[in-house]
């Protein structure tokens, strides 16, 4: 038997300096321990600057701990080390999707599918890139195809889960859920997904028993803590839902979802520096799809005033007229206000605000020492609750003329003019704020009565199909194009009696131009009108508005039945 030979390589103490710094690295960083993994990483950068293992592991520290700035720097270096692994294509399109710079994620990883198509992680990053554009379907057959290739990666089916979630496909997310749990029985983010699952089924009971599982399981997660109380704030069990959130930030001081959620808790209790501090946090909330602008020159802080000030609107087009309900007390603030907002709003705001400049985009020509986003200025109107009777009840003015004219147009033989509109088209809890047409029948059934189409979108369909069935016709302004024509429809709205709504953009403009409205609400989620500042049934913000809650989910015929009795005695004896 020949006897094996061994080679004996020596190294050179640069080369086992490297290795002992790498090998203590890597150690620090499979135990989370990041900052001193870092820093063996950069003592074997330091003698071997182009290290692909310490310049990788480096990128993924800086990923894990939010600067991607860094991550997607040194994420390049690596692939230009290395351009045909993998691995850190993956890592890289997972930079990239943080950073928002979706086609370069979707090059990276693509490439690595088109390297290893067999690879079943790369399908899931792709899946993930795809859902965080909200590209369900796409990221639904990703989530499959993993599962395809690996049928033991519970993670893919949490994503799966939360796909089909989107997708309103609940029965599919709870069954991938339930798979994932019996792959890893203590998965507590699929617990606390699967409550989320059931928490759009307003299934609350089943929603808050599987959260508390995934509390059990990990007492330690702020996000589960945020989950059962927005659970909770669904279900109108606010108290609970602010504890729980206390809960969160005592173990995440700080945490911007936590600060959020609290905000809009706070206010609803007329808590509103507590409140408008927690408010400010929307900006670092990832599903608060809203602009946030930043120039050279300093936010306006509180205490301060400005000699130029610079107002920039967010949100929707129903929260900036909200906003704007304070702007008849900015020359406390300022000399001079401009205020950007959405085009569609210019002509309204400007007649009603006419020492005001209204713009649609920054010009050069704009001055302005200070600015400040438009939901932020009511920290320095609203401190108490007395404070909303200080605000201007009718800050909004119509064109008069055009009112007359279409209440000449309208009003035909009828004594009432009665605006309508059914339908919020609000994010997630756009569908539970609306309500079918014929619902509305007894409504319509009020005799001495001209019903006008205040609903924007394309309604012609429902309006067509309501008469044919009912005999009932609704009056629908050609002249005004509710989703285009604000001012147009600031002016239907003025030349009616009365307004009977469902909670959306319309009823802002109803309340600022402080005619009589009866809103609906749900009972549960959307329910909070607005941030539930109500006394005595109506709202504060807007006093004309008489708010009518359901008494149960997607019962709105005890609202409505309310509504007409109240109509018959106020309008019709």
């Keep these: 038997m020949k006897n094996k030979i061994k080679i004996k390589v020596k190294k050179n103490k640069s080369t086992l300096e490297i290795d002992k710094n790498l090998k203590q690295g890597l150690h620090f960083y499979h135990s989370d321990e990041y900052d001193k993994a870092q820093l063996f990483l950069e003592k074997v950068l330091s003698l071997d600057p182009l290290n692909f293992k310490a310049i990788f ?7 894990k701990t939010k600067n991607y700035s860094l991550a997607a720097e040194l994420g ?8 045909e692994n993998n691995q850190i294509r993956k890592h890289y399109s997972y930079v990239m999707k943080e ?37 369900f379907q796409d990221a639904k057959r990703e989530y499959q195809k993993s599962i395809s290739l690996n049928s033991n990666d519970e993670t893919a089916f949490n994503g799966l889960g939360t796909v089909c979630a989107a997708l309103k496909e609940y029965s599919l997310a709870i069954d991938s859920y339930q798979k994932a749990i019996v792959l890893k029985p203590d998965y507590a983010y699929a617990y606390s997904n699967m409550a989320l699952t059931y928490q759009l089924q307003h299934n609350y009971e089943i929603a808050k028993d599987m959260v508390r599982r995934a509390i059990t399981i990990d007492s330690g997660n702020e996000i589960f803590y945020i989950n059962l109380s927005s659970i909770e704030s669904d279900n109108n069990e606010k108290d609970s839902a602010l504890k729980n959130l206390q809960i969160a930030l005592s173990i995440k001081p700080n945490d911007p979802d936590a600060m959020y959620n609290s905000g809009l808790l706070y206010l609803s209790r007329y808590d509103f520096e507590n409140g408008w501090k927690g408010y400010d946090y929307r900006w670092q909330v990832k599903s608060f799809n809203s602009k946030r602008f930043e120039f050279s020159k300093p936010v306006i802080e509180f205490g301060q005033t400005a000699e130029n000030l610079l107002i920039y609107g967010e949100q929707g087009i129903g929260d900036q007229i909200l906003y704007c309900s304070m702007l008849s007390k900015i020359n406390s603030l300022a000399k001079y206000t401009t205020v950007l907002l959405e085009k569609r709003l210019l ?15 920054i010009e050069e020509d704009i001055v302005f020492d200070k600015y400040i986003a438009l939901g932020s ?20 003015v119509a064109d008069h003329e055009r009112s007359e ?28 704020k609306s309500l079918e047409l014929e619902e509305l029948l007894p409504l319509f ?10 609903q924007y979108g394309d309604v012609k369909s429902e309006l067509d199909e309501l008469e044919r069935k009912h005999g009932i016709k609704i009056f629908q302004c050609d002249s005004v194009d509710n989703m285009q024509d604000i001012d147009g429809l600031a002016s239907l709205i003025d030349a009616c009696d009365f307004v009977v709504t469902s909670s959306n953009t319309t009823t802002h403009l109803v309340g600022g131009l402080n005619r009589p409205c009866y809103l609906m609400t749900p009972s549960n989620a ?28 997607n019962e709105w015929a005890r609202s409505i039945d309310l509504i007409v009795d109240d109509i018959r005695d106020r309008y019709l004896t």
């Design 57 to 63: 592991i480096s990128s993924v520290i800086a990923y």
């Design 76 to 83: 390049l270096i690596g692939l230009t080390l290395d351009p």
């Design 99 to 135: 950073l928002r710079l979706f086609d370069r994620a979707h090059d990276a990883i693509s490439k690595a599918i088109e390297s290893e198509p067999e690879d079943a992680s790369f399908y899931k990053c792709r899946a993930n890139l795809y859902e965080d554009q909200e590209q």
């Design 347 to 361: 002509p309204l705001l400007q007649r009603s605000f006419p020492d005001i400049r209204f713009i649609e985009k």
């Design 377 to 396: 200025i009511g920290k320095f109107f609203l401190k108490e609750q007395s404070d909303f009777d200080k605000f201007e009840r009718s800050y909004l």
């Design 405 to 432: 004219s279409l209440r000449q147009a309208i009003g035909a033989n009828k004594n009432l003019i009665c605006g309508i509109s059914w339908r919020s088209k609000a994010g997630k809890h756009g569908a539970n």
């Design 445 to 454: 059934r009020l005799s001495n009565i001209q019903f006008v189409n205040l």
């Design 526 to 553: 959307g329910s909070l009108w607005y941030w539930d500042n109500v006394k005595d049934g109506k709202s504060l913000w807007y006093p004309s508005i008489q708010i009518f809650k359901q008494p149960a989910l």
